[in-house]
């Protein structure tokens, strides 16, 4: 069965402190996609990072890393230097390839992030 | 970057009647699109994929005469939800990927809210 799971309801950190959230994934696909999403109260997804599986090194987007450890199937989320507007909902998700990439994404339950000043 | 855009942005309905929301990918080819529920503080369910000229395949529990979708062009695809009542009420929103290999390849339109009263 595919499946993602985000241990961490809700997470607090400290403005300018780097925080990380947690994923994991099951999957018996060996070629599959990883997303990291941030979703504020507005409701839109924006994409944050993306790792493939057979990527040997781990993404980074200017303050999103992505600590990918394949054996452990896990994919968190490093996010440094919390900013005020990191405060939003964080969602990772999975694409199995199979034979082709349908887009079909499984998310994970979501974490809730906030910020404090 | 490729670019899904999604309407109406906000709509509410009476009880009863339909409403349609749009998916359309505005700088590429989608012969598959995805329909996403989320209710507050949840993670996003997929509800169908929606295929270019064919029918669209549903997840299990979603009842397909409710929620009709159409994919009638290859950058259209729309949501209608028939018979609407008050539970229907829900963030929907949509997805689509691009062909190309490798990296982000899945663009997400901006999100409906529906309110049905």
């Known amino acids: 069965a595919q499946k993602?799971?985000?241990?961490?309801?809700?997470?607090?950190?400290?403005?300018?402190e780097a925080v990380t959230l947690d994923c994991t994934y099951d999957t018996s696909d060996q070629s599959y996609g990883l997303f990291w999403y941030k979703q504020p109260s507005s409701g839109e997804m924006i994409f944050l990072i993306y790792q493939g599986s057979y990527d040997e090194q781990n993404a980074t987007e200017g303050r999103y890393s992505l600590?990918?450890?394949?054996?452990?199937?896990?994919?968190?989320?490093?996010i440094s230097a919390s900013q005020l507007g990191d405060s939003a909902m964080y969602f990772c998700a999975m694409v199995p390839f199979g034979s082709s990439n349908t887009g079909k994404l499984i998310f994970g339950q979501g974490t809730t992030l906030q910020v404090k000043p | 970057g490729a670019v899904v855009s999604q309407h109406p942005s906000r709509v509410i309905c009476k009880s009863g009647t339909s409403v349609k929301i749009e998916c359309r990918s505005l700088d590429f080819q989608a012969t598959t699109m995805f329909w996403y529920r989320q209710f507050p503080k949840q993670s996003l369910m997929l509800m169908a994929t929606s295929n270019e000229g064919s029918k669209a395949t549903y997840e299990q529990g979603v009842e397909k005469d409710k929620f009709l979708i159409n994919h009638a062009s290859l950058t259209l695809s729309t949501l209608t939800v028939t018979s609407a009542h008050p539970?229907?009420?829900?963030?929907?929103?949509?997805s689509a990927a691009t062909d190309r290999v490798g990296g982000n390849t899945i663009y997400f339109g901006e999100g409906s809210w529906l309110t049905v009263v």
């Open chain 1, 4 to 16: 993602i799971t985000q241990t961490q309801p809700g997470m607090f950190v400290q403005e300018k």
């Open chain 2, 87 to 94: 539970e229907d009420s829900s963030f929907y929103i949509c």
């Open chain 1, 67 to 78: 600590n990918f450890q394949k054996a452990r199937k896990s994919a968190n989320l490093v």
